[in-house]
């Protein structure tokens, strides 16, 4: 299982770096919407600053998250399904979509720092959170993804899906994006970080048990 | 008629909790007291407005004001009270009550807080908590004592009749309990029973199973967006606005959001079974985002609402056991209800089932 899970990784990661289509995508998005927002605003304050940081990574996460398994669900399907059980298919896509988020976020991170300067104080903590968020938009997002993988309009339906779910998780977000810019004063953030683990460990066990039906079916 | 009882017992409940949670009347209390300050010292006068109160002749009458546990030198004091000299009656809602406030409170603090409790043997003994804030005179300025405040409450007299409780805050809008809270119970059972049958369905893969998950939850939604809309009428008494963006509102809004995208996903897939497996799935998914978002995520935040934001639940003294004779009744009749109508939405989709299947041969 380990050994599947480890090959698949490896694959995801060869076949982004062959490609290079959802990275650059994404990226561009992301970046674009930076600069448009240099251009409209000329300056950001560091509320504007988190907010933005969060809606950029949630944006990016359902473009490029929402197509995860277009290469599976169609004709390589039953090449996987015998190769592979669905529930590593699913842990590869997760852990490579989770470094895909990490990476997408440092990006934004780092570019919005160059263009409005980087009012981040506590970079730990800011970092913690980042990794938090992108496991749980990974976890919750690739177990949508594959729910409409067999949709009409897949990815339209991954939006719709998957905003309220995410929306809980992302207020948790900002909220400690806004603590670790020292915007506001906050004792609870062990709850909330707890919150956030209680998000993610939530998925897992879902994802545990509805994922092998999911795909068992064709 | 076999399976007819439950439906007559779902309507018979139905009845009773519109009817008694609608008609018993609530008890009397307190509503307004003017003025809220009085000094210690001198013979004092209060405006007294009550609520559902049938007040004749002031001789019957009593008041008490009592502070509550005072304090002397950091020493809790005992329970004590004045009785009031004289009684006025102005209207049957509208009494003038006068007291003669002992020169010397009873306590180091300089002021105290004082319940008002009216004894009227029509309508019983009612309390405003904290009424009235009791100040010590500067003119009279000395050492606490207890003299004078040594009145007793006793022989107090019982309502008649059945009552519900009557909590300024609230008032008549007491009695949403039976039908914004019933709702709310009643759709976690029927959203619980559609999340086990879409179980059912996933583990048999009989079509019989998601039907009925379907059809459970297409009611279990229905019932949340009356049990939400029920929620903004209560809102907007006791909190001065229908939608305040409360979290327990918004965490609200969002669960609906999820079961409504149940729909859509099941509309959006073009082969029937696949359909199933998929909502199936999803079913169980909105299912486990439900209880978070309704009984976790607010109470970890600041809330207006009972039961969340470290806030009481709503039970205690505010629900008391005839509050309790509507409200289970009530919760019973809904899921009953809610059971019935999805019973129908399941059959009608058997019927059209089967017919598809007779035209397809």
Redesign the interface.
């Given at each position: 299982m380990i050994g599947q899970i480890i090959t698949l990784l490896g694959l995801e990661v060869r076949l982004e770096f062959r490609q290079r289509a959802s990275l650059a995508g994404v990226l561009l998005f992301a970046i674009g919407t930076v600069y448009l927002f240099s251009l409209a605003f000329g300056s950001v304050e560091p509320r504007l600053w988190n907010a933005l940081f969060w809606i950029i990574l949630l944006f990016g996460a359902v473009n490029g998250l929402g197509r995860s398994f277009s290469r599976e669900l169609t004709y390589r399907y039953s090449y996987y399904q015998q190769l592979t059980s669905p529930l590593s298919l699913y842990v590869a896509k997760v852990l490579f979509n989770t470094l895909f988020l990490l990476l997408i976020g440092l990006l934004v991170w780092g570019v919005l720092s160059l263009l409005f300067g980087n009012p981040v104080k506590d970079i730990g903590l800011f970092s913690l959170t980042l990794f938090m968020a992108s496991l749980g938009l990974s976890l919750i997002l690739t177990?949508l993804a594959l729910?409409?993988g067999?949709?009409?309009?897949g990815p339209g339906?991954v939006a719709?899906?998957a905003?309220?779910?995410v929306?809980?998780l992302l207020l948790t977000v900002v909220k400690l994006g806004a603590v670790a810019l020292r915007l506001i004063q906050q004792t609870?953030t062990n709850?909330?970080l707890l919150?956030l683990f209680?998000?993610d460990l939530?998925a897992i066990?879902?994802a545990l048990?509805?994922v092998p039906?999911?795909w068992?079916?064709a | 008629m076999k399976g007819l009882w439950w439906k007559v017992l779902a309507l018979l409940l139905m009845l009773y909790v519109v009817l008694a949670g609608l008609l018993i009347p609530l008890k009397s209390g307190i509503q307004s007291v003017e003025p809220m300050q009085l000094t210690a010292g001198q013979q004092q006068t209060i405006r007294v407005e009550g609520y559902n109160t049938h007040f004749e002749s002031g001789e019957e009458i009593r008041a008490w004001l009592r502070l509550g546990s005072p304090r002397v030198e950091g020493k809790e004091g005992r329970d004590t009270a004045i009785l009031s000299n004289s009684v006025k009656v102005i209207g049957v809602q509208d009494l003038s009550i006068s007291f003669q406030v002992p020169a010397y409170l009873p306590t180091s603090d300089g002021a105290a807080r004082a319940s008002l409790i009216i004894d009227n043997p029509k309508d019983g003994a009612f309390v405003l908590p904290e009424a009235i804030i009791l100040k010590q005179s500067e003119a009279l300025a000395g050492p606490p004592s207890p003299q004078g405040w040594s009145s007793q409450i006793e022989n107090l007299s019982a309502s008649s009749g059945i009552t519900f409780p009557f909590r300024g805050l609230l008032a008549e809008t007491i009695r949403n309990q039976y039908f914004h809270v019933s709702l709310w119970f009643s759709l976690m059972i029927l959203m619980l029973a559609a999340a086990v049958y879409a179980a059912r369905f996933?583990i048999s893969g009989r079509s019989e199973f998601d039907r009925r998950s379907e059809a459970l939850t297409k009611v279990g939604l229905a019932f949340g967006m009356l049990g939400l809309f029920t929620g903004m009428v209560w809102a907007n008494f006791t909190w001065g606005k229908p939608w305040s963006g409360d979290v327990k509102q918004n965490?609200t809004a969002?669960?609906l959001?999820?079961y409504l995208?149940y729909f859509?996903?099941r509309a959006?897939?073009?082969s029937d079974?696949?359909a199933s497996?998929?909502g199936a799935?999803?079913n169980?998914?909105a299912f486990?985002?439900l209880i978070?978002?309704l009984y976790?995520?607010p109470r970890?935040r600041a809330s207006l609402h009972p039961g969340a934001g470290g806030n009481p639940g709503f039970g205690g003294e505010d629900l008391d056991s005839t509050m309790r004779m509507v409200f289970y009744p009530g919760i019973i009749g809904f899921t009953l209800v809610g059971l019935w109508l999805a019973q129908l939405s399941w059959r009608t989709a058997r019927l059209k089932h089967k017919i598809q299947e007779r035209l397809l041969g």
């Open positions: 177990f729910l409409a067999r949709v009409n309009n339906i719709i899906l905003f309220p779910v929306i809980p609870s709850k909330d919150l209680g998000v939530l066990g879902l048990l509805l039906s999911l068992k079916e | 996933l965490m969002i669960a959001l999820i995208a859509v996903l959006s897939v073009a079974q696949q497996r998929i799935a999803y169980i998914f486990a985002m978070p978002l976790i995520i970890m």
